[in-house]
């Protein structure tokens, strides 16, 4: 978990000068577990000098590649998602800072199974999260 928050910090700090809001996933654990679900948290960060109305937690949408890497079958994709009926409130957030979601999937795995995922959040504005990379090892 301390290097999980390091390459948060490291992200966080490095990429102030980008100047807008970014959407970062990171999972709770890179090995999945057959019939277990996926924790990831899930950060909006305001990397600008003024605040941005925001409503991007309220709803998201993942989509999910599954593929076996020994060729046995054939890739697979899942689409998972946070949504709600009404329109979401919209709020400020503050310059340079942060804010987190927990989001869980149930992607259920294969042994031998590699997962790439990313999140899309948002009507207002919409932003597209980095790719992550899980595996299933054999055995789990």
Request: aromatic share 6%; glycine share 8%; proline share 7%.
């Amino acid at each position: 978990m301390k290097t999980v928050g390091a390459l948060f910090c490291i992200l966080f700090v490095g990429n102030l000068a980008a100047g807008q809001c970014r959407l970062l996933l990171i999972p709770r654990e890179a090995i999945m577990k057959a019939g277990a679900g996926i924790s990831f948290d899930l950060f909006v960060i305001n990397e600008r000098t003024k605040p941005e109305t925001i409503q991007v937690l309220e709803s998201w949408s993942a989509i999910c590649s599954l593929r076996d890497l020994a060729n046995r079958t054939a890739g697979r994709s899942l689409v998972f998602g946070g949504f709600i009926d009404h329109p979401a409130p919209e709020h400020m957030l503050m310059p340079h800072s942060v804010e987190r979601r927990r989001i869980t999937m149930k992607i259920d795995p294969k042994p031998g199974d590699l997962a790439e995922v990313h999140v899309t959040a948002g009507p207002k504005p919409k932003l597209q999260s980095n790719t992550v990379i899980l595996y299933c090892p054999k055995g789990h």
